[in-house]
């Protein structure tokens, strides 16, 4: 009974000790992935449907699917002519969502400046502004 007690005491030690911990801040200095300050312009969606169907462009979407893809918990991207996918990021870390920031976007071309981080292939913006893109016509 003792020796189970000492083993919950020391459990619970542990996850005080673990609880305690600050999280992770960073103001993004030090060595990192390919940086660089930019602006691109791109579709607002879901993730799925274009990894998924290469018939996806930045200009031609179904609304429906992105939004029941968006329901569902699809992340959001922003989809440039170039069929690259920038993955919106905070500048903070641990990251935080950044969905609030682009819903009222969603299914709209936009215009987004912020710090764009590369890495093998993959495409991440920390949006500092973002504006619609009205005079770009879309078909969906």
Do not use: W
Request: aromatic residues 4%; charged residues 25%.
């Amino acid at each position: 009974m003792i020796r189970l007690l000492k083993i919950a005491l020391l459990a619970c030690c542990g996850i005080l000790l673990a609880a305690s911990q600050s999280p992770q801040i960073t103001d993004m200095a030090g060595a990192r992935a390919n940086v660089s300050n930019e602006t691109i312009e791109g579709l607002v969606r879901d993730v799925a449907c274009p990894i998924q169907n290469l018939d996806n462009h930045a200009t031609s979407m179904s609304r429906k699917c992105v939004l029941d893809c968006l329901k569902g918990g699809s992340p959001l991207v922003i989809l440039t002519k170039d069929d690259r996918l920038y993955f919106p990021i905070s500048a903070k870390m641990p990251d935080t969502n950044q969905r609030k920031v682009l819903m009222p976007f969603v299914g709209k071309y936009v215009r987004a400046s912020g710090i764009v981080f590369e890495r093998s292939g993959t495409h991440a913006i920390v949006v500092t502004e973002i504006k619609e893109m009205k005079e770009v016509t879309r078909e969906g």
